[in-house]
């Protein structure tokens, strides 16, 4: 068996488990916020990684030439990055020095040293076309697989089709869907393997808690900042539980116990 399998092993192993043990905390743009890194950085994410969390979530876009990057908002330093090259946005370096990563970049330093976070890839939509988004898509999961990293990553989007472009090209993946509706049957119909709605979906439709977890939908929440929205979800034991604060999470876990 070689080293990639026995990571890979060692991966699903630990994530088995923490998928078991439900409000697996997903760090939102990695784990950031306390020690003031740049949202969906390197550091955040291995910040993410080394406070062993169960989950770390990021964001894709492409550039006009094609370049796979990690960046929230549509714009990087005013510039469009969907109409904007690579080397022109790799001028402007984040707050702490880092330049933007890329996807490989980022997916490399994701499976260092990393036997229990699951990377959480968000697939923006395209402003520009709904097929572009597809494309943009179907070019991360490569890149995942090139790296070895398929069974490390599972992928969300507010766009419907995105997901079911990358479902009909891999049928195991994990698959969750942002938007918020759809009943986690229709999700299911399509093989969508999660919901991952904001936390005010579920306390409008508290069915659909109770209708995922009998059609064995994941359950995912966010972004779960406050006390009384995270005990809200505790006690209602969701799959992941994604947040800007993942040590108050943890104390609020802690304090259920």
């Not at 330093?77 to 984040?94: P, S």
């Not at 890329?102 to 939509?125: A, D, F, H, R, S």
């Not at 109770?210 to 995270?230: F, G």
Request: hydrophobic share 40%; net charge positive; aromatic share 8%.
């Amino acid at each position: 068996m070689n080293v990639f399998k026995i990571s890979s092993l060692v991966f699903l192993i630990a994530f088995s488990s923490c998928h078991a043990q439900k409000n697996a905390i997903v760090a939102h743009r990695g784990a950031w916020k306390k020690n003031s890194l740049p949202e969906n950085s390197i550091a955040a994410l291995r910040h993410a990684i080394d406070l062993k969390l169960p989950g770390s979530e990021f964001d894709v876009w492409r550039t006009a030439d094609d370049s796979l990057v990690i960046n929230h908002d549509a714009h990087y330093n005013k510039l469009l990055i969907e109409e904007t090259n690579y080397v022109d946005l790799v001028k402007f370096r984040l707050s702490n020095g880092e330049k933007l990563p890329t996807l490989y970049e980022y997916i490399l330093e994701g499976i260092k040293n990393n036997k229990q976070t699951l990377l959480v890839c968000e697939i923006k939509p395209s402003e520009i076309s709904k097929e572009r988004g597809q494309k943009t898509a179907l070019m991360s999961v490569e890149v995942v697989k090139k790296l070895k990293a398929a069974k490390n990553t599972c992928y969300i989007s507010f766009d419907y089709d995105i997901l079911k472009a990358i479902r009909k090209v891999d049928s195991k993946t994990s698959l969750q869907y942002l938007e918020g509706n759809k009943s986690p049957k229709e999700v299911k119909a399509d093989k969508i393997k999660g919901v991952d709605y904001h936390y005010s979906v579920f306390q409008k439709h508290p069915e659909w808690i109770k209708e995922a977890k009998d059609n064995k939908i994941i359950l995912n929440a966010w972004t779960v900042n406050e006390a009384k929205d995270m005990d809200w979800i505790i006690d209602h034991k969701f799959d992941y539980i994604t947040t800007n604060e993942p040590e108050l999470l943890k104390e609020r876990l802690q304090a259920k116990k």
